[in-house]
Nanobody, 120 residues
Framework: VQLVESGGGLVQPGGSLTRSCAAS????????MAWFRQSPGKEREFVAG????????YYADSVEGRFTISRDNARDAVYLQMSSLKPEDTAVYYC??????????????WGQGTQVTVLS
């Protein structure tokens, strides 16, 4: 049972990246999903969340209008399209399954995390 992430890397300011998170060994179709990130010396923070149907999305103020979360339940996958990237978006990004808008992330359903670096 794992969440497998891909799509990290290096990008210039103003550039774009798309992160992917695919479930392996279980299905995420009935779970709300979310992306979090953690920068050195900082706590892990919420970035974006999506309901299990995909009809509701939620964003941190810092990424609103620049990032888009989406999902494909047929593929058991969730995505994070990041555009207009800034150096302060540099972090390790994690997906989380069974996230709740009030309770937060589910501790045993994290992806492995992938580095996104926006050059400054």
């Amino acid at each position: 049972v794992q969440l497998v992430e891909s799509g990290g890397g290096l990008v210039q300011p103003g550039g774009s990246l798309t992160r992917s998170c695919a479930a392996s060994g279980f299905t995420i179709r009935s779970y709300a999903m979310a992306w979090f990130r953690q920068s050195p010396g900082k706590e892990r923070e919420f970035v974006a969340g999506i309901s299990w149907r995909g009809d509701s999305t939620y964003y941190a103020d810092s990424v609103e209008g620049r990032f888009t979360i989406s999902r494909d339940n047929a593929r058991d996958a969730v995505y994070l399209q990041m555009s207009s990237l800034k150096p302060e978006d540099t972090a390790v990004y994690y997906c989380n399954a069974d996230w709740d808008i009030r309770l937060g992330p589910r501790d045993d359903y994290w992806g492995q995390g992938t580095q996104v670096t926006v050059l400054s």
